[in-house]
């Protein structure tokens, strides 16, 4: 006889190989092994796969006997749930929320936190703190089979390595966050032309980054490069290294699950002290440090603002540190930092909208993709084929003036000359090719290298509003509880795609006009060299 359970739950499948089931439905079992918390089977419908074993109960047949002979009995068997949850192995990504991208050595002495562990508060250690999401489900007992039942409606996903879960939108959708908001911490979303946007910032300023500098440490036997940061807001220089950008990073993406951070330019283990790598990585670190200063929240976060301004007070420098890995607005408390607009977002709306953001990501992706490859390449050429083809010209002209000067007569001395300088003008042309991309094709590939990072930040944020907002549609008897809440994942998304957007144009416009300029300023230089050779004929006239 095959064995059934009774769906508790209810569960949306996400990936390949899972089945969606609902509350009340019977399945069908095909064993009743569980694997990593899930049991494969079959629902209502036909469909055949993995469900999780803690959102059902196994229906058992016992035969049983009395006093009066044997009756058929039938039991409930309900599977035990813990915080341990199926591991979702379809492609899922296992790695905890807090993002960095890793250092180049060990920290500097001045960034080891020696404090003793009996001094952190419980709760904290020395690594930054996840926002605690509730992780199992209501107890079926007298008292909270009715609470078990009404959870049930807002169908928890058990995958906790969704966006939507490590982000904190599930925890801070369904009520669970919980944090004193102090006013100085409060983002405001206010309603503008083209609808929601960030609060614009009061005081903007902006950040320079020198050329890197070599320093050593223990007697010279370690080195590393230090970059100097000028606010203008303090006019105050502080030196940083690499790893306190990548520190800063990891706060900053576990701090701000629906603001697309900037990512930092790529690490390099070996080479890291070459002249091309250095160069590349400030002008890396530049276009990083203009799109923090430009964001209206990232700019005047406290963190960050830390990393500006604490100079070489170590102490002072120990204790902005701790705050920051002890930060409580993180994950589902983040939300509660947002002051949105009074007036309420039609859903079907932000979902029209966040879909058509989706689409455009998805091809700028592909063809920031397209752009990259084709500027390299015609690079490329400009450095080692056109520079080769222009002086294999020069020095045929050349060698042609080299034989007309075996003929000796006085009136084609001046032709002779003349022939020879276009030849090393030629050169000069095929030089100018091979310098002209690091003038303008390089910095349009750097561009598109820190919108590249905003592109692969945007599918989990915008993961995080359509969770909220299929929470929503799944739970019609607590719309409105979950309506505001929602409300504000979404003014915080459309706040943050309407900031991406003036950053992208006002960014590629500013770099195509300075590309076209160059390009420009280029061939005027090429014109003015032929020119020049064209003259020495007119002069030998």
């Given at each position: 006889?095959?064995?059934?359970?009774?769906?508790?739950?209810?569960?949306?499948?996400?990936?390949?190989?899972?089945?969606?089931?609902?509350?009340?439905?019977?399945?069908?079992?095909?064993?009743?092994?569980?694997?990593?918390?899930w049991l494969e089977g079959e629902n209502s419908r036909g469909e055949a796969g993995l469900f999780p074993a803690s959102y059902v109960e196994i229906i058992r047949d016992h035969i049983t006997s009395n006093n009066n002979g044997f009756s058929l009995t039938q039991t409930k068997v309900q599977t035990s749930?813990?915080?341990?949850?199926?591991?979702?192995?379809?492609?899922?990504?296992?790695?905890?929320?807090?993002?960095?991208?890793?250092?180049?050595?060990?920290?500097?002495?001045?960034?080891?936190?020696?404090?003793?562990?009996?001094?952190?508060?419980?709760?904290?250690?020395?690594?930054?703190?996840?926002?605690?999401?509730?992780?199992?489900?209501?107890?079926?007992?007298?008292?909270?089979?009715?609470?078990?039942?009404?959870?049930?409606?807002?169908?928890?996903?058990?995958?906790?390595?969704?966006?939507?879960?490590?982000?904190?939108?599930?925890?801070?959708?369904?009520?669970?966050?919980?944090?004193?908001?102090?006013?100085?911490?409060?983002?405001?979303?206010?309603?503008?032309?083209?609808?929601?946007?960030?609060?614009?910032?009061?005081?903007?300023?902006?950040?320079?980054?020198?050329?890197?500098?070599?320093?050593?440490?223990?007697?010279?036997?370690?080195?590393?490069?230090?970059?100097?940061?000028?606010?203008?807001?303090?006019?105050?220089?502080?030196?940083?290294?690499?790893?306190?950008?990548?520190?800063?990073?990891?706060?900053?993406?576990?701090?701000?699950?629906?603001?697309?951070?900037?990512?930092?330019?790529?690490?390099?283990?070996?080479g890291r002290f070459e002249e091309d790598f250095l160069s590349k990585r400030r002008k890396g670190l530049i276009w990083w440090m203009n799109h923090m200063t430009s964001h209206p929240v990232l700019a005047h976060c406290d963190v960050f603002q830390h990393f500006l301004t604490c100079g070489a007070d170590e102490k002072a420098w120990k204790q902005g540190k701790r705050k920051a890995e002890r930060d409580e607005l993180v994950g589902a408390n983040f939300f509660l930092t947002i002051s949105p607009p009074s007036v309420p977002l039609d859903l079907q709306e932000v979902e029209s909208k966040i879909e058509g953001f989706k689409t455009f990501t998805k091809k700028m992706d592909e063809n920031i993709i397209v752009v990259n490859t084709s500027i390299n390449e015609f690079g490329r050429k400009q450095i080692s084929g056109f520079k080769k083809e222009y002086q294999k010209v020069g020095q045929s002209f050349k060698l042609l003036a080299q034989a007309f000067e075996l003929d000796q007569q006085v009136f084609s001395v001046g032709l002779n000359k003349a022939i020879s300088y276009t030849g090393e003008s030629y050169e000069v042309i095929g030089e100018y090719f091979a310098d002209q991309p690091r003038q303008d094709l390089d910095l349009i590939s750097d561009l598109l290298d820190i919108y590249k990072g905003h592109l692969a930040n945007f599918p989990d944020i915008i993961h995080v509003q359509k969770g909220a907002l299929t929470k929503v549609k799944d739970c019609p008897k607590k719309e409105g509880e979950l309506h505001d809440r929602c409300n504000i994942i979404s003014f915080a998304t459309l706040a943050e795609i309407q900031h991406f957007h003036r950053t992208r144009v006002r960014d590629f416009r500013s770099q195509m006009q300075y590309h076209l300029r160059q390009q420009i300023s280029f061939f005027q230089k090429i014109t003015a060299k032929l020119e020049d050779a064209l003259q020495i004929y007119d002069d030998d006239q």
């Open positions: 006889m095959a064995l059934k359970a009774k769906v508790l739950y209810d569960f949306h499948s996400e990936n390949p190989g899972e089945i969606s089931i609902a509350e009340n439905e019977v399945v069908t079992l095909f064993s009743e092994e569980e694997l990593e918390g749930y813990t915080s341990s949850q199926p591991h979702r192995g379809f492609g899922a990504d296992s790695s905890s929320f807090h993002t960095s991208q890793g250092s180049d050595d060990d920290w500097d002495d001045e960034w080891d936190d020696s404090s003793p562990v009996a001094n952190v508060p419980q709760g904290l250690s020395s690594s930054p703190p996840l926002h605690p999401v509730a992780t199992s489900l209501p107890g079926r007992g007298s008292s909270q089979q009715q609470q078990a039942k009404s959870s049930a409606t807002v169908g928890r996903n058990l995958n906790r390595f969704s966006t939507f879960v490590k982000s904190g939108g599930e925890a801070f959708l369904l009520g669970e966050a919980s944090a004193f908001v102090k006013d100085g911490d409060r983002i405001c979303v206010v309603m503008g032309k083209h609808g929601p946007e960030w609060q614009e910032d009061p005081y903007p300023f902006t950040c320079t980054i020198d050329d890197p500098t070599k320093q050593t440490k223990f007697k010279g036997m370690k080195s590393y490069m230090s970059y100097g940061l000028t606010p203008t807001h303090t006019n105050v220089q502080v030196n940083r290294r690499y790893k306190h950008f990548d520190w800063l990073y990891g706060r900053l993406v576990e701090r701000f699950p629906v603001i697309s951070v900037p990512h930092l330019p790529e690490k390099q283990a070996t």
